[in-house]
């Protein structure tokens, strides 16, 4: 028995400079075909220091509709974030190493469903942290858009070399 290709890849980015902002489906163009959705994130060590991410429909919502439950490895080891303009992500907080990838997984459940708010899996680690989330966008709207964010804004960049790829999650 052979299992069916579930994981399909949807966009990927490889930043060649360093960028605070990194958009996934510009315009509202993530296909609503799948059942979840998920982001893996490769980011290069020396830049970002806080990074976040919004979803939207058509546009990023920027209004405090996140909310974020923190486990990390470090200090405080777990904490809430409610009614923030942005969802935290875990384990890279503390910086990444100059040279060092760190990794940081998204999972957007249910993503397209538009009678449910949306709820999401993060986890992530760097040489210094690791941590795992769960959080919440509250609005019914279905995501067709989705950006990585540096909540910090600054100096503090995605560097290049990082990559960013998006895939679909399809039923099996």
């Not at 990444?96 to 449910?116: D, E, K, P, R, V």
Request: with cysteine; hydrophobic share 35%.
């Amino acid at each position: 028995m052979t299992a069916g290709v579930t994981y399909v890849p949807i966009q990927s980015v490889t930043l060649t400079t360093g960028s605070s902002i990194v958009t996934l489906g510009s315009g509202g163009t993530i296909p609503q075909t799948y059942t979840d959705l998920m982001l893996v994130a490769q980011i290069i060590g020396g830049g970002v220091a806080t990074p976040a991410f919004r979803v939207g429909n058509g546009s990023l919502d920027t209004a405090s509709n996140y909310s974020t439950t923190i486990l990390s490895s470090s200090g405080p080891n777990s904490y809430r974030e409610a009614n923030k303009s942005f969802c935290s992500c875990p384990g890279l907080a503390s910086g990444i190493g100059a040279g060092n990838i760190s990794t940081l997984t998204i999972h957007f459940q249910n993503y397209s469903n538009t009678s449910t708010y949306k709820s999401f899996l993060i986890e992530g680690g760097s040489t210094t942290e690791t941590g795992a989330n769960g959080a919440t966008w509250r609005n019914n709207a279905s995501i067709n858009i989705i950006a990585m964010i540096d909540y910090a804004a600054g100096s503090n960049n995605y560097p290049a070399g990082s990559t960013f790829t998006l895939y679909g999650i399809a039923a099996a």
